[in-house]
């Protein structure tokens, strides 16, 4: 019944601006804990931002002061700002729903940071 679809990915260059939209089933941004993973090519699935129900926030260092996670209940739908992008920045970014036991993901989008 929960379903993750993330929208948004692409190419842009190094400094640039890219918006993903998590769209979610029912009300599950408003009660789980949502966040964005990304993987790059070689590398293990990393946390990028998250945000609980109650709106705390959490980032990786590595994007603190360039993403921002949000969400809106009203839309059942989390966003990942992403400004000054970096070529490590490329990855398949992943948005996640997760409460106790209960851990979904969506099928992830492609974000290429390339001259």
């Known amino acids: 019944q929960v379903q993750l679809v993330e929208s948004g990915g692409g190419l842009v260059q190094p400094g640039g601006s890219l918006r993903l939209s998590c769209a979610t089933s029912g009300s599950i941004v408003s009660i789980y804990t949502m966040g964005w993973y990304r993987r790059a090519p070689g590398e293990q699935r990393e946390l990028v931002a998250q945000i609980t129900s109650n709106r705390f926030t959490n980032y990786a260092d590595s994007v603190k002061g360039r993403f921002t996670i949000s969400r809106d209940n009203a839309k059942n739908t989390v966003y990942l700002q992403m400004n000054s992008l970096k070529p490590e920045d490329t990855a398949v970014y992943y948005c996640?729903?997760?409460?106790?036991?209960?851990?979904?993901w969506g099928q992830g989008t492609q974000v290429t940071v390339s001259s």
């Open positions: 996640n729903a997760k409460l106790s036991v209960l851990d979904y």
